[in-house]
């Protein structure tokens, strides 16, 4: 979301012009390729012999909410960031169905389409959830898993945000530029500064696409307070690593304890002092927390 204000038309004459640059400065190649009927856009870094290294991005947010890790995980792994359909430049799908089960399917055939797999698979949010359905479904397509804030577990304890959002409250429903400030001190710890431009950038985006979020956010959050991954943690095979923000406003800390204690080959890294987006807050301590665990992996 913070990098959605780049989306706004006020903005349209230098948008690609800023985006291009962001991306060429940090090393990364803009792709685009259309499987099952979607037409698919992900940003790729590193050697294009290394290990694979595919990292989903939350509710609302796109590609581009990796860019400040991918410089030092693309010293050495091919990184892949796709915006999932339905966000960022990937389309829309035909049906219509977001689920968590729909998109982690549909990841699947993105990875087989790349020929990917096996590759190390990880998302924050609403990706972690899709990464973690992959991992239980469809485990050959997964070396190891990094979790980041990740939904689909329940802990011991809700956020206020949480409980809001299971009572059926959509606080994403952005409107005015105080409803800006209220979502972005739910994902940071320290809030980013956002000028007023930007602000308004991303209300008149979030206006634009206000039908098609309250759908996607419906069908996940059927998915989360019905069919939570809890009781299917010990299933996994492959190694996990999780990386939880102590300060996220949004879920609760007490999930990835309970995760972490339900996953027989874990690992578990909370940082103080961060939030939900843990690579946009602190991408340097959660790029190594997640090499490290990386290089436990490799033979």
Same mark, same amino acid.
Do not use: Q
């Given at each position: 979301?913070?990098?959605?204000? #780049? &989306?706004?038309?006020?903005?349209?004459?230098?948008?690609?012009?800023?985006?291009?640059? @962001?991306?060429?400065?940090? =090393?990364? #190649? &803009?792709?685009?390729?259309?499987?099952?009927?979607?037409?698919?856009?992900?940003?790729? @870094?590193?050697?294009?012999? =290394?290990?694979?290294?595919?990292?989903?991005?939350?509710?609302?947010?796109?590609?581009?909410?990796?860019?400040?890790?991918v410089p030092f995980l693309a010293r050495r792994y091919r990184v892949i960031c796709p915006d999932l359909p339905g966000f960022g430049e990937s389309g829309p799908t035909a049906s219509g169905d977001y689920s968590i089960g729909e998109q982690a399917d549909r990841v699947v055939r993105f990875i087989d389409a790349l020929a990917l797999g096996p590759c190390h698979l990880g998302g924050n949010s609403m990706g972690g959830y899709i990464a973690l359905a992959i991992a239980l479904d469809a485990p050959d397509v997964v070396t190891s898993l990094l979790l980041l804030n990740n939904a689909g577990v329940d802990g011991p304890q809700l956020t206020p945000a949480q409980q809001a959002l299971k009572a059926g409250h959509d606080l994403f429903d952005i409107r005015n530029t105080d409803d800006v400030d209220i979502v972005v001190s739910m994902l940071f710890h320290k809030p980013p500064y956002l000028p007023w431009l930007a602000r308004q950038a991303i209300v008149a985006r979030q206006g634009r696409r206000r039908k098609l979020d309250r759908l996607i956010l419906d069908q996940i959050l059927v998915d989360a307070v019905e069919r939570p991954f809890n009781l299917r943690l010990d299933e996994l095979t492959v190694p996990v690593l999780t990386v939880w923000g102590r300060g996220d406003n949004l879920l609760h800390v007490s999930a990835a304890c309970a995760q972490h204690d339900a996953i027989a080959r874990s690992q578990l890294v909370i940082l103080d002092d961060v939030g939900h987006v843990p690579m946009f807050e602190q991408p340097l301590r959660t790029a190594r927390a997640m090499l490290s665990f990386l290089a436990g992996r490799r033979g």
């Open positions: 979301m913070i990098y959605s204000f #780049l &989306t706004s038309p006020a903005l349209k004459p230098f948008r690609s012009l800023t985006r291009a640059f @962001a991306r060429a400065t940090i =090393g990364v #190649l &803009t792709k685009e390729c259309v499987v099952g009927g979607v037409r698919w856009s992900w940003i790729e @870094a590193g050697p294009s012999d =290394g290990e694979p290294l595919v990292l989903l991005h939350g509710f609302a947010g796109s590609k581009d909410n990796w860019l400040l890790v």
